[in-house]
């Protein structure tokens, strides 16, 4: 559990063509945790190219950083389609 003094992040890697749901579920579980009444967890969304993401359900999503944000997290997520294909060599690079 993280303590008050410490916000942990975590990094969702948007990996295109992304599911909207598994992008938004890491959100979902670590935005609720408070600890001592403040955040517990920061959750930022990444991508290997920052700008438009293609979703699976045919919408770009606006993505404002790069695998850059991988380095300085706790926790690293990737937020896939459920579909296999091969990754992009930055992500395997970043992580």
């Known amino acids: 559990m993280p303590t008050a003094s410490r916000v942990r992040r975590v990094a969702v890697i ?13 959100e979902m579980l670590f ?4 600890i001592d009444g403040g ?6 969304i990444c991508a290997p190219d920052p700008g438009p993401v293609t979703t ?3 919408l770009d999503l606006t993505v404002p950083r ?7 997290a706790d ?14 060599p930055r992500i395997l690079d970043a992580l």
């Open 14 to 26: 948007a990996a295109p063509p992304v599911s909207m749901f598994n992008l938004a579920i890491p």
């Open 31 to 34: 935005g609720k945790v408070e």
């Open 39 to 44: 955040p517990g967890y920061e959750t930022v």
């Open 56 to 58: 699976t359900g045919g």
């Open 66 to 72: 790069g695998l850059d944000a991988v380095a300085g």
């Open 75 to 88: 926790t690293v997520i990737l937020a896939g389609s459920g579909s296999y294909t091969d990754p992009d």
